[in-house]
Nanobody, 122 residues
Framework: QVQLVESGGGLAQAGGSLGLSCVADIRAPNYNVIGWFRQAPGKRREFVAAITWTGRDTYYADSVKGRFFISRDNAKNTVGLYMSKLEPEDTGVYYC???????????????WGQGTQVSVST
């Protein structure tokens, strides 16, 4: 069973920064792409960013490109999401998720954390 636990959400002002962390208890070697997603109130969950096992390849949604940064520390089984220049539209529940293969894509993630709330005020 793959377990993912997010932390680090909270309240920030527009223009500010927040960091999220996802601890992935991944025992199978194939779950090597980790992604971040978010869901705003009344909206569908959307892809934010993803990173491969080595950390060399990343992929971002256009809406966060240049503002968010995804990183990975395999020694600690941790994937981080640093969010800067936050906008009220970034408000939502942020989830980390794991794929079962090495495809760096926006869908097909098999395992999900419980999510952490991020709220950005004007």
């Amino acid at each position: 069973q793959v377990q993912l636990v997010e932390s680090g959400g909270g309240l920030a002002q527009a223009g500010g920064s927040l960091g999220l962390s996802c601890v992935a208890d991944i025992r199978a070697p194939n779950y090597n792409v980790i992604g971040w997603f978010r869901q705003a109130p009344g909206k569908r969950r959307e892809f934010v960013a993803a990173i491969t096992w080595t950390g060399r390849d990343t992929y971002y949604a256009d809406s966060v490109k240049g503002r968010f940064f995804i990183s990975r520390d395999n020694a600690k089984n941790t994937v981080g999401l640093y969010m800067s220049k936050l906008e009220p539209e970034d408000t939502g529940v942020y989830y980390c998720a794991a794929r079962g293969d090495s495809a760096l894509t926006t869908s097909g993630y098999l395992y999900w954390g419980q999510g952490t709330q991020v709220s950005v005020s004007t």
